[in-house]
């Protein structure tokens, strides 16, 4: 089952490389973002997230930069590997559950 | 602990028709929301319960409705279907701290439904 649609935003980097996928989210008002990754007939799976009194969070190979002065949040993979292959969609919500995904970026990764 | 799941995982309706999904959460978790997923789109916020109450909604017709059971289970219903309601349906639901944050949104791996 396919996850996304035809016309997405592809990355492709080569295994080994670090990756750098962007996003720019729509309200000022969010206070917490989320970047998911979703697999071809899997449903999102959450990779990290970040607080608006935050700019910068690391986790295990990737790292989230939040620049709220122009709306900007990113996703970095430090050596990227062919399981990374996937959509990742950065996603912002304001003190409810309701998420505002992205349109989603295709990450592909050769060898 | 088992994750969010979600049935049926695919279907095929004819259009005029209603279909039911269900989503069981994760042991624990209270909140469920439902998310419409379209290659147009991309991913939509459909409707969000917490307590069997529905707390927030998304700009869908009344088509689409839902419920939530009080053992948290969810059921979202779709009626007189239309071909742009084919998409896969994700449920996701989270744990909701006494302080009112929630944590985390875990997915299902969703429905799929064709409508023909």
């Known amino acids: 089952g396919e996850s996304v649609g035809l016309h997405l935003p592809t990355l492709s980097v080569q295994e080994g490389d670090n990756s750098i996928i962007n996003c720019a989210y729509s309200n000022s008002a969010s206070d917490y973002f989320i970047w998911y990754k979703q697999e071809s007939g899997k449903g999102p799976q959450f990779i990290i997230d970040?607080?608006?009194?935050?700019d910068k969070r690391q986790g295990q190979r990737v790292t989230v930069l939040l620049n709220k002065t122009v709306k900007h949040l990113s996703l970095q993979i430090a050596a990227t590997q062919p399981g990374d292959s996937a959509v990742y969609f950065c996603?912002?919500?304001?003190?409810?559950?309701?998420?505002?995904f992205g349109t989603g970026t295709r990450l592909q990764v050769f060898p | 602990k088992a994750g969010v799941t979600q049935t049926p995982r695919y279907l095929i309706k004819t259009r005029g028709q209603q279909v039911t999904l269900s989503c069981s959460p994760i042991s624990g978790h209270r909140s469920v929301s439902w998310y419409q997923q379209t290659p147009g789109q991309g991913l939509q916020f459909l409707f969000e319960?917490?307590?069997?109450?529905?707390?927030n909604k998304g700009n869908f017709p009344g088509r689409f409705s839902g419920r939530q059971f009080s053992n948290s289970r969810s059921e979202m219903n779709v009626s007189t279907l239309e071909l742009g309601d084919s998409a896969l349906y994700l449920c996701a639901t989270t744990g909701r701290w006494p302080d009112g944050n929630t944590g985390e949104l875990f997915f299902g791996e969703g429905s799929r439904l064709t409508v023909l």
């Open positions: 319960y917490f307590s069997e109450t529905q707390r």
């Open positions: 970040i607080r608006s009194n935050m």
């Open positions: 996603a912002e919500k304001e003190n409810t559950d309701k998420l505002i």
